[in-house]
């Protein structure tokens, strides 16, 4: 396990260069560019070919990545250009409200959708259907129309919860779930659907396979059939598809955000991309490939556990 | 190990958590308290690029105007009266010297005094500064010279009959920043040293989240300062922002055309001003790109084939209740004509087309930007009643403000989809119909008689002036450089409560500092 903790780790370090330098040419090769948006309609030619020269702007792109490669490397991610903003400590102020989000909506789709997917494999008729339904209008629905709705009940019409705004759990934990609780259950509606599918499935499975048979024969509760040996086995590829439903959230969180004016990473993920602030756009897509990682190494050691031959490689 | 029973009841009782601490009511979760002495604003963006008045743009106005008083301020109506300057006057003729007499006992929200040495700094540095966007609006400005110790003399390269309007808090280069601040630009992008009612406290501040200001404790008059104090929190999309605003948590919001029915319908106050033309320009006017376009008489047939009524009653909700429009100014702004020259009228269109060699018509490229209220939704309806005379628009649009700037800017593109603040026609010359005019005069087209009128009223006093500001409108009229379609408003929602919310033409964007709580 430990070995293979450590090569996935190993991976990491190219796999991070990558990503950064392909964030780095991708953005140099769109239109427009940091200068421009600093100095908005109203410039002389003279000042922004100054201010292209001052933020090194007029160097080649490899160079430019090579200063911020330098500077990343020792752990110094930059000042945005445009707001003056250390991106680091932006990036760390943010973080919290993003994996705020992020996790608490993966728990709730992975209770959720796992509960509904074993409720509905054993019990299957009617109530198998209406998960199947339920399943398909959770795929359908678009997370940003159903904010809305959430807002509009929830806020709006009951006076429940805020519309809008994060509040840190330093300084009000009931605040804090009160604030969160509408985008992470926005969030989690889609997820939630997609796990309860791929338990259902996997369940129906697992229960129509000859050892479920035997602890049947054997006299085996049907309690301990379905929870300790059917859902152990259906829980590999429920597992894989929690990780990716985190990975996919990460792009997810960017319209919630945006509904609940939450400042997370997603919406300064947007704004950076749309004025071109370089140092700021490297530093989120870092730290997201970061998340991703350590995400897939976590499924990885999940599987280990769950499953002793993976553990054994 | 906890047996199945117990992990099936812990995952009910973390889901009840979860649900249950999430119902601790609005008031508890609400970052922003609303009492009567804080004021809570709700705006879509943060302060763009930042906070240092040198870069100030549209975005940033609420923030600046909290925390920097302007050496002129302008009232709601549009006109200038004092601010950190108690006078103000050209000397002699000809609009080349300006003259501003200060206002004594003035401190800077770090203390520090305001001087003539200090204005005198802060100008050379908006002037001199290229990489500000301030070192183009004050182009003009040749020299400033302190004359005495409450004196600033400023001497124009050429004549300026603006300069007032330019150090109003509308344009950054009046707002005024403490001499000891300037020792460090660099900190002017994240922090307020203005001397202003109000000053960012950054400890209570969430960076692109909400902006917490708090008094100036050396503000020169201290009962304008009416709220203790005003937070200026991003509410990026428009239905939460209105949601924000019925909820409580917000006293005011800028509003969004497709919100403002909603925002009615839910009995919230909707303030709303005419102030950007939609359109299209017609760029390539001595038709270097495009043949056609370097024929007067083809610009005009576009202009008759456009029915602006019709499109403005059309795109009601696209563009928030839209006047229809053939200028680029606004009735009771200096240079409005109220002759009508363009009434829809296909068959004139038809006509001019024939005469100018263009019977089967023409296809038309443009370059526009489909971005929330953009020009592309206008473009596509113009597209069809274009087509009706012949004239084939082939639109290409992108949703990102840099790439639509480098295309419209490249010269590829004959014509481009517009959407223009209105403003005072001096200051919209170098922006818009001037040779050099950056950047929305790609194909520097010439038009000598535009330019002597345009010359004429930079040098006109205060009386004659009006006159020359409507020739050159009509002159742009007539030579048909732009298709104007329709004004589209910017709107504003206040609870009720909030008093003292004025927009107009002459000054579409409400100034905080002129709002009071009745309630």
Redesign the interface.
């Known amino acids: 396990m430990l070995r293979l903790i450590l090569r996935r780790l190993l991976i990491s370090v190219p796999l991070l260069l990558l990503v950064s330098l392909l964030t780095f040419v991708l953005q140099a090769l769109?239109?427009?560019?940091t200068a421009?948006?600093?100095?908005?309609?109203?410039?002389?030619?003279?000042?922004y070919l100054?201010?292209r020269h001052?933020l090194g702007l007029d160097e080649p792109v490899l160079t430019q990545y090579w200063h911020w490669l330098s500077g990343a490397l020792r752990g110094d991610l930059g000042v945005s250009p445009?707001?003056?903003?250390d991106v680091g400590q932006?990036i760390t102020?943010?973080l919290g409200v993003t994996l705020s989000l992020i996790v608490?909506a993966t728990?709730?789709a992975a209770?959720?959708g796992v509960?509904l997917g074993v409720v509905s494999a054993i019990r299957g008729g009617a109530f198998g259907r209406l998960v199947d339904a339920l399943s398909l209008v959770g795929f359908a629905v678009p997370v940003f129309w159903f904010s809305?709705v959430l807002?509009?009940v929830f806020?709006?019409t009951l006076?429940?919860?805020?519309?809008?705004?994060?509040?840190d759990p330093a300084t009000?934990?009931?605040?804090?779930?009160?604030?969160?609780?509408?985008p992470?259950v926005a969030l989690a509606l889609a997820p939630t659907a997609v796990i309860a599918k791929q338990t259902r499935d996997g369940m129906l499975d697992a229960l129509s396979r000859d050892f479920v048979h035997s602890l049947r024969a054997n006299g085996a509760a049907e309690?301990?059939i379905v929870?300790?040996h059917a859902l152990r086995n259906a829980a590999i590829p429920v597992v894989t598809v929690i990780g990716l439903v985190f990975v996919g959230l990460l792009t997810g969180t960017v319209f919630v955000e945006?509904?609940?004016?939450?400042?997370g990473l997603g919406?300064?993920a947007v704004?950076s991309t749309?004025?071109?602030d370089l140092p700021v756009i490297q530093g989120i897509a870092v730290t997201f490939t970061v998340i991703v990682v350590l995400v897939n190494l976590l499924v990885d050691i999940t599987y280990g556990l769950l499953n002793p031959k993976v553990r054994a490689r | 190990m906890i047996n199945t029973r117990k992990r099936v009841s812990l995952a009910a009782a973390l889901v009840l958590v979860l649900v249950a601490t999430g119902c601790a009511g609005p008031g508890a979760a609400s970052p922003v308290s609303s009492t009567k002495t804080t004021l809570n604003i709700g705006t879509s963006y943060p302060p763009t690029p930042n906070l240092d008045p040198g870069n100030a743009n549209g975005s940033s106005l609420w923030y600046l105007e909290l925390a920097y008083e302007p050496l002129i301020k302008m009232a709601s109506d549009g006109k200038l009266k004092p601010g950190l300057a108690t006078s103000w006057r050209y000397v002699g003729d000809g609009n080349t010297t300006f003259e501003l007499e200060l206002r004594e006992n003035v401190k800077f929200s770090d203390g520090s005094p305001l001087t003539a040495d200090v204005v005198k700094a802060n100008l050379d540095r908006f002037r001199g500064t290229a990489q500000l966007s301030t070192a183009a609006q004050l182009a003009d400005v040749k020299d400033v010279t302190v004359v005495d110790e409450r004196t600033i003399r400023m001497t124009l390269s050429k004549p300026n009959p603006s300069i007032a309007a330019v150090l109003s808090e509308f344009y950054g280069p009046g707002d005024m920043v403490s001499g000891k601040a300037l020792a460090d630009p660099a900190k002017l992008a994240t922090q307020t040293v203005g001397a202003g009612p109000y000053m960012l406290d950054r400890s209570k501040t969430v960076e692109g989240d909400h902006y917490a200001f708090v008094r100036n404790p050396h503000y020169w008059n201290p009962d304008a300062a009416r709220f203790r104090t005003v937070v200026v929190k991003i509410l990026p999309n428009p239905n939460s922002a209105l949601a924000a605003l019925r909820t409580g948590q917000v006293d005011l919001v800028q509003g969004a055309p497709n919100t403002d029915k909603a925002a009615k319908a839910a009995g919230v106050r909707v303030i709303s001003v005419p102030q950007t033309f939609v359109g299209l320009a017609l760029a390539d006017r001595a038709g270097a790109k495009l043949r056609a376009l370097g024929d007067v008489r083809v610009r005009q047939a576009l202009n008759y084939a456009i029915d602006r009524k019709k499109i403005a009653a059309g795109l009601v909700d696209t563009y928030g209740g839209p006047t229809p429009t053939e200028q680029i100014v606004l009735p009771g702004q200096s240079g409005y004509s109220e002759d009508t020259a363009y009434p829809h009228d296909p068959d004139k269109a038809k006509q001019l087309l024939r005469e100018a060699g263009y019977p089967d018509g023409f296809t038309l490229p443009v370059v526009s930007f489909s971005g929330p209220s953009g020009t592309t939704p206008l473009l596509q309806v113009m597209a069809n009643q274009l087509a009706d005379v012949g004239v084939r628009l082939k639109i290409s649009d992108t949703s990102d403000t840099n790439k639509y700037i480098q295309d419209m800017l490249s010269g590829r593109f004959p014509a481009y989809g517009i959407a223009f603040g209105t403003m005072p026609i001096h200051l919209m010359g170098p922006l818009l119909f001037l040779p050099n005019a950056t950047p929305f005069n790609p194909f520097h087209s010439t038009d000598p008689k535009l330019e002597s009128l345009y010359g004429q009223a930079a040098q006109a006093d205060p009386d004659t002036k009006p006159g020359y500001d409507k020739q050159i409108i009509e002159q742009l009229v007539d030579q048909a450089w732009f298709v104007p379609v329709l004004f589209q408003p910017v709107s504003y929602y206040a609870r009720q409560g909030v008093d003292g919310v004025a927009a107009t033409p002459n000054r579409p964007t409400p100034n905080p500092l002129e709002w009071t709580f009745t309630g």
């Open positions: 769109t239109p427009g560019d421009r948006t600093i100095l908005g309609n109203t410039f002389t030619q003279e000042g100054q201010l001052q445009i707001s003056g903003l932006q102020s943010r608490c728990v709730l209770l959720a509960a809305l807002v509009t806020a709006v006076g429940l919860l805020p519309a809008t705004g994060y509040v009000s934990l009931s605040g804090w779930a009160g604030s969160i609780a509408l992470v309690r301990s929870l300790r945006a509904v609940f004016a939450m400042p919406g300064l704004q749309v004025q071109h």
